[in-house]
Structures are given as structure tokens and as C-alpha cells.
């Protein structure tokens, strides 16, 4: 579904991406951990569609399409999703009203017909309920004076709501309390599907109690370094980077 | 003066608008100070301070064709109830004239209240700008007809007074006046509108003169909605007495160019003032808001706050000037005007001006002139967004904190009016 081949991407002069690649199936669970300012919300930019960065080498293919060729909002009528590590806050602009927007912009440019207005409130309370996310929060503006935790449950939200084929959790468990964590991880192992995948970017093997993934890769220097099964992130957890980025240091020279 | 001189261009231009809306049908007398003004002051050019971005070199084209067409428009907000009078081209059409007798309350065009209650009128005509700025000398010198809202002590309108101003097709020239005066512990709420027809073009220099007595209220929602290519001069003038409440709302949801003056002047202590306003011009067009307020006594407060856009090739002005007299000690005077630049030919000319004499008061303003969020932008996007869907949703997110503050009908019109005009859905 999505293939990440020999990826370089640089902001400015500064290369941040360094030869990634990365290859994820339909259906499947890929975690990212590595340490900070390896690179891992860039790939997720990138593949969101965010236009600072600048790839100077490489593919991103998804669905047998050319993902770099595609502007932010044609990624997300494709199917994609980003959950933002730092979700921005939008004063003026009601949840709700954001959402209606857009759903439909999204059915418009895939050639479906509007949600009805029933059918559409009827979707918001399903996805509220899976994440319970308090009801005040639809109607207030999108993220404005939300707490840590409920702008990462309103990105969950979004994602219910607008059902993407690959969904990109940018640290979506941190902020989160203990309860918080198990109901966003309830979230999205019920959306977990044949053809559904996630790229969940975490620092926590804790997390990955709750959403089990069958890979994990570990992005260190704008490279993925190593990958394994869900035994990779306890090992990590207990032994941290280094003796992973030293191997590879040592392989390299 | 030398008699034989041919007549300046602006003193030709003050001749055949005199003349037009003499062969119209003036409604009181040309005012005697308002002539003299006339005469004495120089036509503004962009060498003074105050007209520095306003170019009005065009109103000396203005050569009105033949009388107006007085067809009544079709009514605006029909959804609203209110007492409706409708105006062309400074000329009473029709309205639901309210009249309670000498004591009560009246609400009707002002030819029909300087008839009736001529003593209650006396000094109308007068505004602080008919002897200072030479456009509205020029229409105190040739007054039209406009609302005339009288409510006297105690006493509050029945429903909010809707005047609906109107140009039609053609070049024509037009000087209405709207006078409220609201006498002490009365209240009212009215609605000012003017629009005008697509082809219509010339001049509409309309004078609006309030004055709120002490422990009153007026709400006022002023809407102007001008398609046509009409040059629109505005002279909004506000006086408040002791403990009254002025609330003053300005959408230009359309303008080709207009120019609004307002000037509010709190003429008694805790008096409250609240005025709001936001423009969006586009295409080529130019909208200029000059604001005043004088806290002339201790204890009052205002709340200004004005949100605009400029888009295209437009040009958008605001300039709040606040002043603050010696002895107007514990006033509270809060400014802000929020703007967004959208494209790189359109521009922006904002300024406040501050004036303070009293040393107890708490003033603050701000000016932030901005385009759109980048960060914002993307994340719209990244959920699915177009582009225009996605400015189209940041605009009105702009510009609820200033619309929200009209009555539902108006808001909705004004919001369907930015939306036709900026292609929003
Ligand atoms: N806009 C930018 N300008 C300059 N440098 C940037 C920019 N964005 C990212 N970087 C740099 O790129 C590197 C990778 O950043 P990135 O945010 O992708 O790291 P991360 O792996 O997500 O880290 P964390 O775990 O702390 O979230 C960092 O060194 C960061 O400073
Ligand atoms: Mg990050």
C-alpha cells in the first residue's frame, strides 16, 4: 500500500531525511521509534503532503500512485491521514463546522454526494462515543484551549470521522493519561481493518501494549536503522538507541 | 472673491449637486453655517493627513443625468420585522410611519417630522462635520430626505426601525440625513441600510446624526451593500449623555469607494460605547474607515473593534483616533483592528492615533495587518480541504467575532453577500 524508497528530504540546506525507505501492507500496524530529531515528524509531514520540505531524492508511492506528486489535500482525498504531534489550534472555526467542511470537500473531489445533515450528526456522535470525547468540545473551536490530551483525542476523532486508508499517529500518546491512552487505543484498534494501515510514531512501548504492531522500525540519523516484531519496542524500552545506532555505526564504517 | 474667476472644479461640483437635489426636493433648510463652510474649507486632497489614502479627485467628475427612477426596491431581510421605510435617491417612498402624538415616540421619513413637529427638529440639520469637512458642508448646504427616529423620555420604540436607502440605475446624486434622537432613559434599535442598483453610478453623500440621551440606549446596525459604482461619502455622527449605551455595528458587505467618517462623542460621564465594523473589498475597490471618539468626561468607556480584508487589487484604510480630554479621568478605551492582506497588489493603511490629556485611564489598542496562518492552512488541507475552501473557512472564522455581533438575518445576509462576492461557495 505504501512504499517509501531511498528517501532524502532537507529543509533549507539541512538534511533531515537521509536514504529512508519503508514499506508498509494493507492492513497492517507499523510502529516508529527513535530518538529526538531523528526525523520522524518529517516523514510524517512528508507524507501528509507539507510543502516546507524540500525531497531531493527518492519515491513515496501509495496505492500504485506517485505520493509526491500529489498537493496536501489530494493526499487526504486519497486516503490519508496525519495526526498531528502538534495539533494547531483554529480560533472562529467551530469542530464541528470543520468537520462538515471537510468531509464533503473531500466527497466532492472524490465525486460522491454530501453527507445529509442527519446522516452527518449521526457519524459525529459514533466517532464522539469511540474516543468519548466530551460533546462541549465539537461545538468549540478546533483545538482552541484544549488541554494536551483532548487535542490529541479530537485528532483520533478526525480520524474516525474521516475513515483514511493509511493513518499517520504522530505521537498521539503523548499528553495522554492512562485512561486517555487506553480509550485512543481502543479508537483505533476498531478501525483496524484489511485495508486500513497505521504508522504509529510513538517513544512509548506502552502504547504498543494497547495497539500491537506487527512491525517496528527504529528511525535514528534520517534512516531507518532496524526493524523487528513487537518484541523490538520491550527491547528498546530496556536498552535504549545506542547499542542500535552504534551497531550501525560500526556496520557503516 | 473675485467674481469674474471662473468657479473652481470642486465649487462646480457643489453648484450642480446643489442643483440636482434642489430640482429633487430639499427637506429643511440649507443650513446657513453649512454654506459658509462650504466656501472656507479646502476640498481635501491627499497632502492633508486625514486623506492621505483617499483619493476624491473622481466625485469632481460626478455630473448627474436625469432625475432618478422612483420605483421602490425590493425590500431587504424581508424575514425581519421591523418598521420599514424605503428611500431613492434621498426621496420618501414609502414606510410604516409610527406617530404617537407631540409627547410620544415618532419614526418616519423627516420631511414628515419637520412638518408635524417642526420644534422638536429645531438645530437638526446641525452636525459637527457640516462645519469642518467640506463634503458634508456639502450636504448639510443641500439635506435630503432620510429617517427621522424620535423617542423621548422614558419611552422605547415598539420594534427596531429598518431605513433602506437606495440608488437606482443611472448617475445621480443623493444627500440624505438620518436623525435619531433618543431623549434620556428611552431606548431604541434601528437598522440603516443602503444598496443601490447594479448600473447606478454618481454620488450618495449621506449625513447620519444621532444623539442618546443620558441613561439611553441606541443599537444601531448600519449595512451597506453597494454593487453598483456609486462614490459613497459617510458622516456618522454619535453624541452621548451620562450613563448611556451606544452600540454601532458598520458591515460594508460591497462598496465600489466609500469613505465612512464617524465620530462618536461621550458628552456626559460613564457613558459606554461599543463600535464594530468589518470590510472586504476586492476587485479594485477602496473602503476607508476614519473613526473618532471623544471621551470628553471621566468614567466612560469604549470598545472599538474593526476586522477587514482587502483582497485583489483593493485598498482598505482604517484610522481610530481616540482622544481622551483633560479631566476624563478612569476612562477605559480599548482599540483593534485586525486585517488580511489578501494578494500581493491589494494594501492595507491602518492607524491608530491616540490623544490623551487625562493621566488616570486605561487605553489600549492594537493594529495586526497579516496574511493567512500558514500552519492553519495546512492542517485544513491535510484533512481535505481546498484551497479556497480552506481560506473561505479561515475568512468567516476571521470575521465572526465582528458579524456575530449583528442580528441573525443581517449577519446571514452579509455573510451570503462576502460569500458571492469571494466565490466562497
Ligand atoms: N522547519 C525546520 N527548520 C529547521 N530544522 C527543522 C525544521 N523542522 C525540523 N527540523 C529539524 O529536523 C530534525 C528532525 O526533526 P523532527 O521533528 O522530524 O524530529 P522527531 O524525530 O519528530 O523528534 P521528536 O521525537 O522530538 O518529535 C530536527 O533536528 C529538527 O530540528
Ligand atoms: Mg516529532
Redesign the pocket.
Given at each position: 500500500m505504501l512504499k517509501i524508497d531511498n528517501l532524502h528530504a532537507q529543509?533549507?540546506d539541512?538534511e533531515?531525511l537521509k536514504g529512508l525507505s519503508l514499506e508498509l501492507g494493507a492492513g497492517e500496524v507499523h510502529a516508529i521509534m527513535?530518538?529526538?530529531?531523528?526525523?520522524?515528524?518529517?516523514?510524517?509531514?512528508i507524507l501528509a503532503g507539507r510543502e516546507?520540505y524540500e525531497v531531493t531524492q527518492g519515491s513515496i508511492t501509495f496505492d500504485g500512485v506517485d505520493l509526491l506528486e500529489l498537493d496536501a489535500t489530494e493526499r487526504a482525498v486519497a486516503g490519508i491521514f496525519l495526526a498531528f504531534?502538534y495539533p494547531v489550534e483554529i480560533p472562529g472555526v467551530s469542530n464541528i463546522n470543520f468537520l462538515r467542511t471537510a468531509l464533503n470537500s473531500i466527497r466532492e473531489q472524490r465525486e460522491e454526494a454530501p453527507l445529509s445533515g442527519k446522516d452527518f450528526l449521526a457519524k459525529v456522535k459514533a466517532c464522539a462515543q469511540l474516543v468519548e470525547l466530551d460533546g462541549k468540545l465539537r461545538d468549540r473551536s478546533v483545538n482552541e484551549g484544549f488541554s494536551g490530551g483532548e487535542k490529541k483525542r479530537n485528532e483520533v476523532f478526525q480520524m474516525a470521522m474521516l475513515e483514511p486508508k493509511l493513518a499517520v499517529l504522530?505521537?498521539t500518546d503523548s499528553g495522554l493519561d492512562i485512561d486517555a491512552l487506553r480509550i485512543v487505543a481502543h479508537g483505533v484498534n476498531s478501525m483496524r481493518g484489511a485495508d486500513r494501515s497505521f504508522l504509529v510514531?510513538t517513544?512509548y512501548q506502552r502504547l504498543l501494549d494497547h495497539i500491537v504492531p506487527d512491525f517496528v522500525h527504529v528511525?535514528a540519523g534520517?534512516r531507518i536503522v532496524h526493524s523487528g516484531g513487537k518484541e523490538l519496542a520491550l527491547e528498546l524500552e530496556e536498552k535504549g538507541y545506542d547499542w542500535i545506532v552504534d551497531a550501525q555505526a560500526t556496520e557503516q564504517a | 472673491m473675485n467674481e469674474v474667476a471662473a468657479p473652481t472644479q470642486h465649487a462646480a461640483l457643489a453648484a450642480r449637486v446643489s442643483e440636482a437635489c434642489s430640482q429633487a426636493g430639499l427637506v429643511g433648510e440649507p443650513h446657513a453655517e453649512a454654506l459658509a463652510a462650504l466656501e472656507a474649507i479646502d476640498y481635501p486632497t491627499t497632502r492633508q493627513e486625514r486623506w492621505r489614502y483617499t483619493r476624491v479627485a473622481r466625485f469632481l467628475e460626478v455630473a448627474p443625468s436625469a432625475p432618478a427612477d422612483l420605483t421602490a426596491p425590493p425590500a431587504v431581510v424581508g424575514n425581519l420585522e421591523a418598521l420599514r421605510f424605503t428611500f431613492v435617491a434621498g426621496q420618501y417612498i414609502n414606510g410604516d410611519v409610527l406617530d404617537e402624538g407631540a409627547d410620544g415616540c415618532f419614526a418616519g421619513p423627516v420631511s414628515l417630522a419637520l412638518e408635524r413637529y417642526p420644534e422638536r427638529l429645531k438645530g437638526w440639520s446641525k452636525s459637527d462635520f457640516s462645519t469642518r469637512e467640506w463634503f458634508a458642508a456639502l450636504q448639510a448646504s443641500a439635506p435630503q430626505d432620510g429617517v427621522c427616529i424620535l423617542v423621548p423620555e422614558g419611552k422605547s420604540l415598539p420594534r427596531p426601525v429598518l431605513a433602506h436607502h437606495h440608488m437606482p440605475d443611472g448617475v445621480h446624486v443623493s444627500q440624505p440625513r438620518d436623525l435619531i434622537h433618543i431623549g434620556n432613559n428611552a431606548a431604541a434599535e434601528a437598522i440603516l441600510w443602503s444598496d443601490n442598483a447594479a448600473q447606478s453610478a454618481g454620488m450618495l453623500n449621506a449625513a447620519i446624526t444621532a444623539s442618546v440621551g443620558d441613561g439611553a440606549s441606541l443599537s444601531l446596525e448600519i449595512v451597506q451593500d453597494e454593487p453598483g459604482s456609486v462614490h459613497h461619502m459617510g458622516h456618522h455622527h454619535f453624541t452621548q449623555g451620562s450613563n448611556s449605551k451606544l452600540t454601532l455595528r458598520t458591515a460594508t458587505a460591497c462598496a465600489h469607494w466609500l469613505r465612512n467618517d464617524l465620530h462618536i462623542v461621550q458628552d456626559g460621564t460613564h457613558a459606554d460605547s461599543t463600535f464594530h465594523g468589518c470590510y472586504l473589498p476586492n476587485g479594485r475597490q477602496f473602503v476607508d474607515h476614519h473613526t473618532r471618539i471623544d471621551h470628553a468626561h471621566p468614567d466612560g468607556q469604549s470598545n472599538e473593534l474593526y476586522k477587514g480584508l482587502a483582497a485583489d487589487k483593493s485598498t482598505a484604510v482604517f484610522n481610530g483616533k481616540i482622544m481622551v480630554h483633560k479631566d476624563a479621568q478612569r476612562i477605559e478605551a480599548y482599540q483593534s483592528n485586525s486585517n488580511l492582506l489578501l494578494g500581493e497588489q491589494a494594501s492595507m493603511y491602518s492607524k491608530p492615533e491616540l490623544e490623551i490629556y487625562a493621566d488616570d485611564v486605561r487605553c489600549s489598542h492594537g493594529c495586526t495587518t497579516g496574511q493567512f496562518d500558514k500552519e492553519a492552512l495546512f492542517y485544513l488541507r491535510s484533512r481535505g480541504m481546498t484551497e479556497t475552501a480552506a481560506h473561505n473557512l479561515l475568512v468567516q472564522a476571521f470575521l465572526a467575532e465582528v458579524l456575530n455581533g449583528f442580528r441573525p438575518e443581517i449577519r446571514d445576509h452579509v455573510h451570503a453577500v462576502f460569500s458571492r462576492r469571494l466565490g466562497w461557495n
Open positions: 529543509i533549507g539541512t533531515i527513535g530518538p529526538n530529531g531523528s526525523g520522524k515528524s518529517t516523514l510524517a509531514s516546507d504531534q504522530d505521537e510514531i517513544h528511525l534520517g | -
